[in-house]
């Protein structure tokens, strides 16, 4: 059974950082790309960032949205099998559910973990 299970997220002022965590089971990351999706209130679910995990690690290429360029980083370790999403100097239009997904078919999610960026 495929199973994706975000953590880390939670609330923080404007300016601070989170790091969120997505641990996966059912599958290696190495058999899909992985990434980060998030649903503001409201609005429609928009791609955050994505990395290329089914390259070896010195392949890794990694895709960001502008609006999160130079703030977030994506990471992956394949030992313990999860994806990370360090955001930092966070910023109130950051807040949403943020998911942890498949970037790409099949498309397997997470059940989300709210940030809230307070300013």
């Known amino acids: 059974e495929v199973q994706l299970v975000e953590s880390g997220g939670g609330l923080v002022q404007t300016g601070g950082s989170l790091r969120l965590s997505c641990a996966v089971s059912g599958f290696s990351l190495n058999e899909y790309d992985m990434g980060w999706f998030r649903q503001p209130p409201g609005k429609e679910r928009e791609e955050v960032s994505c990395?290329?995990?089914?390259?070896?690690?010195?392949?890794?290429?990694?895709y960001y949205a502008d609006s999160v360029k130079g703030r977030f980083t994506i990471s992956s370790d394949s030992a313990k099998n999860t994806v990370y999403l360090q955001m930092t100097n966070l910023k109130p239009e950051d807040s949403a559910v943020y998911y942890c997904?498949?970037?790409?078919?099949?498309?397997?999610w997470g059940p989300g973990t709210p940030v809230t960026v307070s300013s």
């Open positions: 997904a498949t970037c790409g078919s099949p498309f397997y």
């Open positions: 990395i290329s995990t089914t390259l070896s690690p010195d392949l890794h290429g990694t």
